[in-house]
């Protein structure tokens, strides 16, 4: 049995109040330039949903292996809201960069659940550094916008479905 959804029944995180508080940025040292760049691009992206420079707290981790247990520090002080973890691993010689990718996806997408706070995940995966640079910045676009664009929505969502 198919039922007819109407227009007025979705309800999106596309539009509406931002709740206030401040939003973790928590972001890996390792290739730097390309993690500066992911930085940048959820800053801008931030800034424009309507949050201001000192609602954001910019942490920065050793790599990706550490963001899930700094995001986990963070998510746990009541005043953030919400976070967007940013990393880059560029797969090498060996699998090493499928088991750092598959626990830390994992471990992100687990604290989320735990905590109820939108994280926005941002943890680059490339096979090459071509690709990485094309991911920030580059002609693939930013994901480190992505990633707070995807965090700002479910703010936004989850003070409707409050």
């Known amino acids: 049995m198919s039922t007819e959804v109407k227009s007025g029944d979705e309800i999106t995180g596309l539009a509406g109040e931002l709740p206030r508080g401040t939003v973790a940025i928590v972001a890996s040292r390792y290739n730097a330039g390309i993690c500066d760049a992911l930085v940048q691009g959820s800053v801008e992206t931030l800034t424009e949903a ?23 520090e963070l998510l746990d002080q009541p005043a953030v809201i919400g976070a967007v973890t940013l990393g880059c691993v560029i797969k090498g010689e060996t699998t090493h960069d499928e088991h750092i990718n598959r626990a830390v996806s994992e471990a992100i997408m687990q604290l989320g659940l735990k905590t109820r706070k939108p994280i926005g995940f941002g943890l680059l995966t490339c096979n090459t550094l071509e690709q990485a640079l094309q991911r920030s910045g580059g002609t693939v676009g930013n994901k480190g916008n992505e990633a707070a664009e995807a965090m700002v929505e479910l703010l936004r969502l989850a003070a409707k479905l409050a």
């Open 50 to 72: 309507g949050f201001a420079a000192s609602d954001l707290k910019i942490v920065r981790v050793p790599g990706a292996w550490e963001l899930p247990l700094v995001t986990a």
